[in-house]
């Protein structure tokens, strides 16, 4: 069984912000129901999930068959990259669950939220008070019909996880 925590913090003024990302994808693949999979869904901010996810992962065996889903500025809005045991990269939710758990051995699928310029190349905003304005912002309309695209692919990458393996799907997703 794997278990899956989509990052985000609680209550409606947060609910269609971009750093609530990976929580609106949890919602999307708890609503599906896919076989192998259980969907947990923190009450507490961002940056204190690790706590929350250690009570259901207990061992660096079963962090292995956690799913992290998680904004990430480093990717382009629309973009959606599964990796394993990686850095937190600077994403504190991340960082919190490395913490809490003594391991980067997780799986991660990250989603982009980064705005890009019309010849597509990335266009990250810079310094902690954009990076927050940006993070902390709601989506516009037009970036939401991506992020539901995305939102599909990711519900589709996590049971192709719990079916096929991590591999399989990462051969499968990455990239596309």
């Given at each position: ?27 999307l693949l708890a609503e599906k129901g896919v076989d192998g999979v259980k969907v947990i869904n923190p009450d507490t901010f961002m940056n204190k999930t690790g706590p929350f996810v250690a009570k ?121």
């Amino acid at each position: 069984m794997y278990i899956v925590v989509g990052l985000g913090n609680p209550g409606e003024e947060y609910a269609r912000t971009r750093h609530n990302t990976g929580r609106m994808a949890a919602a999307l693949l708890a609503e599906k129901g896919v076989d192998g999979v259980k969907v947990i869904n923190p009450d507490t901010f961002m940056n204190k999930t690790g706590p929350f996810v250690a009570k259901f992962v207990k061992s660096e065996k079963a962090a292995e068959k956690l799913v992290v889903i998680y904004d990430d500025l480093d990717l382009p809005m629309g973009a959606m990259k599964i990796s394993f045991n990686r850095s937190s990269g600077g994403h504190r939710g991340v960082e919190s669950i490395i913490k809490a758990l003594g391991t980067e051995k997780f799986i991660r699928v990250r989603i982009g939220i980064s705005p890009v310029t019309p010849g597509g190349k990335l266009k990250k905003p810079l310094g902690e008070e954009k990076v927050e304005k940006h993070i902390l912002g709601e989506f516009k309309p037009a970036e939401m019909e991506i992020l539901n695209k995305v939102f599909k692919n990711a519900v589709t990458a996590v049971g192709t996880i719990a079916e096929k393996g991590l591999s399989i799907a990462m051969t499968q997703f990455n990239g596309s």
